[in-house]
C-alpha cells in the first residue's frame, strides 16, 4: 500500500518506518536534555531539593509541569488524561511531586469529591528554568542545522501536525 503525497508515492510502510524514527529520535532528544538539565541546573543550588538529580526525575516533572503551567491548575482527572495515565499513577505522581513541594493539592470549592493540583512556587520556578533551557537547546539546534526559511517551514507542519493530533478522539 502507498500514499501519494504531492507528487510522489511512499509506501505506508515508509511513513510507517519515518514516524517510529521520529518517536526514538524524540525520545533520545528528550533524555540527552533531562541529563543536561540535570547537569547544567543542579537543583541544590537553586534551593530546591526533590529530585535527587535522576534523569527520569527531571523528565517526569518537565512533563507533569508542562501539563499544569499552561492551565494554573488541573484536576486529577485532567492531570490523568493529559499525561496518558490511569488515575492511579497520576495520584502517585502528584503524590511524589507534592512531597518534594513542587505541587500542591487543593480542593474545589464547588464539588468537594473533586481535587484540583496546582504547581508551588518552587515548581513554578523550576519549570520556568527548565522551559527556558529546553527553548535555547531546541534554538542552538535548529539554527546551527536549518536555514531560517526551512525552520519557518519545519514550524508551519509541526503546528498543523500537532493542531490535527489535538483533534483526535481520546479512547
Do not use: C
Not at 37 to 57: C, E, K
Not at 113 to 121: C, D, E, F, G, K
Amino acid at each position: 500500500m502507498a500514499k501519494k503525497i504531492g507528487n510522489s508515492t511512499i509506501p505506508t510502510s515508509e511513513i510507517s518506518s519515518m514516524i517510529e524514527d521520529f518517536v526514538q529520535m524524540w525520545i533520545k532528544f528528550e533524555s540527552m536534555l533531562h541529563k543536561e538539565l540535570a547537569r547544567t541546573y543542579p537543583l541544590t543550588h537553586q534551593n530546591i531539593t526533590g529530585l535527587n538529580h535522576t534523569d527520569s526525575n527531571y523528565g517526569l516533572f518537565y512533563r507533569v509541569s508542562s501539563t499544569i503551567y499552561p492551565k494554573t491548575q488541573l484536576t486529577m482527572g485532567e492531570l490523568s488524561t493529559s499525561l496518558s495515565v490511569p488515575f492511579s499513577k497520576a495520584t502517585r505522581i502528584v503524590s511524589w511531586l507534592v512531597d518534594n513541594g513542587f505541587v500542591k493539592r487543593m480542593s474545589d470549592p464547588s464539588d468537594r469529591r473533586i481535587v484540583r493540583v496546582a504547581l508551588t512556587n518552587n515548581g513554578t520556578n523550576l519549570h520556568k528554568t527548565m522551559s527556558k533551557y529546553v527553548q535555547e537547546r531546541v534554538q542552538i539546534l535548529l539554527s546551527t542545522s536549518l536555514t531560517s526559511a526551512e525552520q519557518e517551514t519545519l514550524f508551519a507542519l509541526i503546528n498543523k501536525v500537532a493542531s490535527l493530533l489535538g483533534n483526535l478522539p481520546s479512547s
